[in-house]
RNA sequence: GCCGGAGUGCUGAAAUUGGUAAACAGGAUGGACUCAAAAUCCAUUGCCCGUAAGGGCUUGAGGGUUCGAAUCCCUCCUCCGGCACCA
């Protein structure tokens, strides 16, 4: 009888005192680095889909280790962050607590399954050990003027009385409470992605990601090429516009800012300024959902001042309107209403004007239907009419250019990551705020001070952020204090910024007194390196030690979840690469290869969850079927990148599929040699298993394990224990409890070895020369259709075949005294009469 | 609106350098075993006509290329994912 529940947690320990899935730094093996995204130790334990990826990458990494490999599959655990501290608030627990009674039980879950995880090298983001290292990475980034201040909105729950996360905001509205977020302006820390935007976009021509992957993150950058004009305006100054489509700057009727244009006072007239201030008022209090997504209808309001368009010298009136995005492109639109639909629109409803400057091409009358978008000829253009668009905007960009009015431009849609939450739960922001260093950074920076001469050697991030100062790598880790009230406060401001006696503290630099950051960074933070840290888990003096970093990176093989593609993986990649700048990372791409996995939905087709009460837990599925029904189930249940709901029908398929291979070997193991069609099938799912691994194709792969012991059951006296033996060996990677139980059976002799194994086996080859089949089956079609099949010998010629064919009734009878007009012949594949 | 992906039996799905459509599994139906149920085993199962032999049809819809199309091209519909006033 097959009884998972008795030996999987037998060779679960048995693994676990043989350390057989530990990672050796350094070897004369290949390495190879497979790594799954490490889990959130939710208060909810294990989902069956964390089962899902990681049994797939967990026989991938058996597999592997099986073929020679010095395989490294870590695990570890992703705890800092708002999920936690709610957690925390809802049970009324310290997070610190929660968080690790949260990990026991993800780690006894995840144990329960015999994934080989190498857990010598787990690592949790929130031990400062680890987040010491976090930490220093900031101080780096800040240290080389790539962290920065900004005031920028974020998005407010009047309610809650908290700032929220993007994640947080549900269709505008607070996802706790319901109520409509308010945007609210903070000072915040910002790191500049955007100067990593060219590389992240150009590197991804080095790296195997699925293409799916790749082109999302080129739209999120949103690289465009484009032409920023000089708008002139009184007094030789200049309002700068950034357009793509300077071919139509000759139908520019007006311009319009963002309400939060710098320019917008100055430019706004005595006579409109009750006007404009309402105008802008309104605007603050619409939502931001209210903006874009109800509202789409484009209001705006005339500033009473004017510009001069460059080309030709015309008055352009300047407005203002909400459909002009503040941070992109200077926050400054050229209005072409003749071609450009939300122009046109705007336009219409304001009464300006709308000039065609630009026809298709073959369509020389005037009836013309406006807006037309799309590039063509110019017309009405000066010097430049009958141009193409593309001619066009080359050569009116170089016009511009000549006269110092314009240039070529680049613009992203990429902004700065926003990297401080006013939350605890995070690694606090190692910096101190000095009044007296602040003065000595304006001095120096306004030139009544020479830097060479001063005392305190400030570095660039302390020269950008005056009064802002590094804590000294010695003084890491700053560690998270131990508060009572974790709760975020009415004012909007961390926790931390209650506790006084760890707010002031000493300036690092000049000795006098200064405070804390109290902000503390995202969960993105510690997840964005994590993978490094596995090379050299422990180390106190790096964030690991160069040697071993370069041994084990970059990653081979990095499995995740589609949503983390504009957020996580592009993090992490930005991170690594400047880590390699600074000479720290080995190479400027972490992951050679990424792929991805789909969602286990609930058998409604629902998203599982506590409150629809569709939760599937796989303790109960473990302790039911076992740990192999689970991972083989999860692995058949469809393409591993699609969404696929849970049946429990399906998991009882493979269950009754386990023990009738239970039964099988059992059965079939006296008799030594099995035929030669049970030997060669086996052959043949050894080379489909090892294409489709590759593939991630794990469905099919489990359904050839479906054929061949369906093929065993009704062959079974041509059944052998070769054929038994390389099963077992093939399946284990996949079901690793059932193989190893069966595998002891057979080979009781090698397990008086202590330290013997399954898998310290290798990996079988299959024989390409027993696999190569002596007969195929020849289709045989008229006119395309298959009429009849028959088994011919291989490499059979086109006569041969022809003979054979044309005498069998079947086709005669189709073929009766019709002529036949073409012969079409695919060797060892098919034969095509064309008959009329 | 833009960008990506998909649409195949009752269901999850296989088949992609164009060449046997529906592998494998679930479900269903019938049968064996059983006092009975569960478990197990056997058979049938894309649709239509036919007792059968056999024939016809079939990969979201329509068109095209081809000896031959689920696969390639065009138009359209539907669903999923991402972005969303990005000038």
């Known amino acids: 009888m097959y009884n998972p529940s008795k030996i999987e947690p037998k060779w679960q320990k048995t693994w676990e005192k043989l350390d057989i899935y530990k990672a050796k730094d350094f070897s004369r093996k290949p390495k190879m680095y497979i790594l799954v995204e490490f889990p959130y130790p939710s208060g909810e334990g294990l989902h069956v889909g964390h089962c899902r990826s990681y049994s797939a990458l967990d026989a991938i990494a058996r597999k592997k280790r099986m073929e020679g490999y010095n395989v490294l599959f870590p695990i570890g655990w992703d705890a800092f962050g708002l999920p936690a501290e709610n957690y925390a608030i809802k049970t009324k ?21 015999g994934l080989s995880f190498d857990w010598s090298r787990e690592i949790n983001t929130t031990d400062p050990k680890y987040y010491k290292w976090t930490q220093w990475i900031f101080l780096k980034l800040f240290e080389k003027g790539l962290v920065y201040r900004a005031e920028i909105p974020i998005n407010w729950c009047p309610s809650c009385k908290i700032g929220l996360a993007n994640e947080e905001v549900v269709q505008g509205k607070c996802e706790r409470c319901g109520t409509p977020v308010e945007k609210r302006i903070k000072k915040q820390w910002m790191i500049k992605i955007t100067a990593y935007a060219d590389r992240l976009i150009e590197d991804l021509k080095k790296v195997d990601y699925p293409e799916k992957v790749k082109l999302q993150q080129i739209n999120w950058i949103g690289k465009s090429y484009g032409t920023e004009v000089k708008f002139k305006l009184k007094k030789s100054h200049y309002l700068p516009v950034f357009t793509t489509r300077v071919d139509t700057i000759f139908g520019v009727t007006a311009l319009v800012l963002a309400p939060e244009h710098p320019l917008v006072n100055v430019l706004t007239t005595q006579e409109n300024k009750e006007k404009v201030k309402k105008y802008i008022e309104k605007i603050k209090n619409k939502s931001e959902f209210e903006r874009t997504k109800l509202e789409k209808k484009r209001t705006g309001v005339f500033t009473g001042s004017y510009c001069i368009n460059p080309i030709n010298e015309e008055k352009i009136p300047i407005w203002i309107g909400d459909y002009v995005i503040g941070s992109y492109g200077g926050g400054a639109v050229m209005v072409v209403p003749g071609h450009d639909k939300r122009d046109y629109e705007f336009a219409k409803r304001y009464g300006l004007k709308i000039k065609e400057v630009v026809r298709p091409k073959n369509q020389k009358s ?209 991170w690594y690469k400047f880590l390699f700048d600074i000479g720290v990372a080995p190479q400027d791409e972490p992951y050679k290869k990424r792929t991805s996995h789909g969602v286990v939905l609930a058998e409604d087709g629902r998203k599982m969850s506590k409150s629809l009460g569709n939760v599937i837990n796989p303790d109960e599925i473990v302790k039911k079927y076992g740990a192999d029904t689970l991972r083989v189930y999860e692995m058949f249940m469809g393409p591993f990148d699609q969404a696929i709901a849970w049946s429990n029908k399906g998991l009882m398929g493979v269950y009754r599929f386990l023990k009738k291979f239970w039964k099988l070997s059992l059965e079939c193991t006296s008799n030594p040699k099995s035929s030669l069609k049970i030997i060669r099938s086996i052959h043949q799912l050894n080379k489909q298993i090892d294409k489709d691994l590759e593939k991630t194709k794990f469905n099919t792969i489990i359904a050839g394990f479906m054929k061949f012991v369906n093929l065993c059951g009704k062959n079974k006296k041509e059944v052998g224990r070769d054929a038994i033996e390389r099963m077992l060996l093939l399946f284990s990677p996949f079901a690793p409890h059932i193989s190893e139980e069966l595998w002891q059976r057979l080979h009781p002799e090698r397990y008086k070895d202590p330290e013997y194994s399954i898998f310290r086996e290798k990996w079988p080859k299959y024989d390409p020369e027993l696999i190569r089949e002596q007969t195929f089956t020849l289709i045989i079609q008229i006119n395309g259709k298959t009429r009849d099949k028959i088994e011919v010998k291989k490499d059979s010629s086109q006569k041969e075949i022809e003979s054979l064919t044309l005498g069998r009734e079947k086709i005669k009878k189709y073929i009766s005294n019709k002529k036949i007009e073409k012969v079409i012949f695919v060797k060892n594949k098919l034969i095509n009469f064309v008959i009329k």
């Open 93 to 113: 627990s310290h997070p610190q607590k929660t968080v690790s009674k949260n990990i026991a039980n993800f780690k006894r879950q995840l144990k329960s399954l």
């Open 366 to 574: 005037n009836k013309n239907t406006l807006p037309f978008v799309e590039d063509g000829i110019l017309v009405n253009s000066g010097e430049f009419s009958g141009l193409s668009s593309l001619k066009a905007r080359e050569k009116i960009t170089l016009w511009l250019e000549k006269r110092g009015l314009g240039r070529k431009s680049v613009q992203y849609k990429l902004r700065d990551w926003v990297f401080s939450r006013q939350h605890y739960w995070g690694e606090p922001i190692p910096l101190v705020y000095c009044e007296n260093c602040k003065k000595i950074v304006e001095k120096i920076k306004s030139g009544s001070s020479d830097i060479k001469s001063q005392k305190p050697k400030f570095n660039k991030g302390e020269l950008l952020n005056p009064g802002w100062i590094s804590i000294p790598e010695k003084d890491l880790p700053v560690e998270l204090p131990f508060v009572e009230k974790y709760q975020p406060t009415e004012t909007g401001e961390s926790p931390l910024a209650n506790i006084k006696k760890w707010v002031i503290c000493k300036c690092p630099k000049c000795g006098r007194q200064a405070r804390r950051e109290t902000d503390t960074m995202p969960n993105w933070a510690g997840s964005s390196w994590y993978f490094m840290r596995y090379t050299d888990p422990s180390n106190d003096k790096a964030l690991a030690n160069s040697k071993k970093l370069k041994y084990w990176m970059p990653v081979d093989w990095y499995n995740g979840g589609m949503e983390h593609t504009t957020l996580h993986l592009l993090y992490s990649r930005f």
